[in-house]
């Protein structure tokens, strides 16, 4: 399984202003995708980033308020623009293993908006 | 739309108890199913999965899943648990044409030695 790291780790953040995190995988990779999990909840998928191609967003969830940067098959980024409080969640990349389906996540972000 | 559901929301049990862990899925067609582990301050990890072949699947640790598909099941069970399976579980599926992961909103297990 790919190795994948996640910066920062965790932040605390006023309303209103953004915050991009990054993830990084030890191998080349065509898919990435990144998740929220919001406090007492499940996993839930935000969008799909593509190398090379603009990222696909799930319903509910519009490239004004997430966008994504996918510069190359190693790397991509998520930020989170304008905050509220709405938005504190752990924020999880993930990536499909070579086998067939199955993803492996990053440590994930921890975002606490106050 | 897909969904899945795990009723349990908290286990508690004693070291070398029996576990099963209930995961229902909602969608007629061909599914992949995955059970995920969160030991605490870790990250989520792939325990096992299934996508074909026999409906009785092991994973790391000691673990296994049965798929049921009449039932739309996918049981995680543990004949000895151990305190270090300590840890929050989470139930996935998708389909084999897609690659969103539609979780189960996990269950909190805690062993006591």
């Known amino acids: 399984s790919a190795v994948i790291s996640q910066k920062p780790s965790r932040d605390i953040c006023q309303r209103g202003t953004s915050l991009t995190i990054q993830c990084q995988v030890d191998s080349q990779v065509t898919m990435m995708f990144w998740y929220r999990q919001q406090p007492g909840q499940s996993l839930t998928l935000i969008a799909t980033?593509?190398?090379?191609?603009?990222?696909?967003?799930e319903s509910g969830f519009v490239i004004d308020k997430f966008p994504i940067s996918r510069p190359n098959l190693t790397f991509s980024t998520l930020t989170v623009s304008n905050m509220s409080p709405e938005d504190s969640s752990i924020y999880l990349c993930?990536?499909?293993?070579?086998?067939?389906?199955?993803?492996?996540f990053g440590p994930g972000t921890r975002l606490t908006v106050t | 739309a897909q969904s899945v559901s795990q009723h349990n929301h908290h286990v508690i049990l004693s070291e070398a108890a029996s576990l099963e862990l209930g995961c229902n899925y909602s969608y007629g067609g061909t599914v992949n199913l995955f059970w995920y582990v969160q030991y605490p301050g870790q990250h989520l990890q792939l325990l096992l999965k299934y996508f074909s072949g026999d409906p009785l699947v092991k994973g790391i640790k000691g673990f296994e899943a049965e798929f049921i598909k009449s039932k739309f099941s996918f049981n995680l069970r543990k004949p000895s648990v151990q305190w270090s399976d300590t840890a929050e579980y989470f139930c996935?599926?998708?389909?084999?044409?897609?690659?969103?992961?539609?979780f189960g909103t996990g269950t909190r297990l805690q062993v006591f030695p």
């Open positions: 996935a599926v998708n389909t084999p044409n897609t690659d969103k992961l539609i």
């Open positions: 980033a593509n190398q090379g191609s603009e990222a696909t967003y």
């Open positions: 993930s990536v499909r293993g070579l086998a067939g389906n199955e993803q492996y």
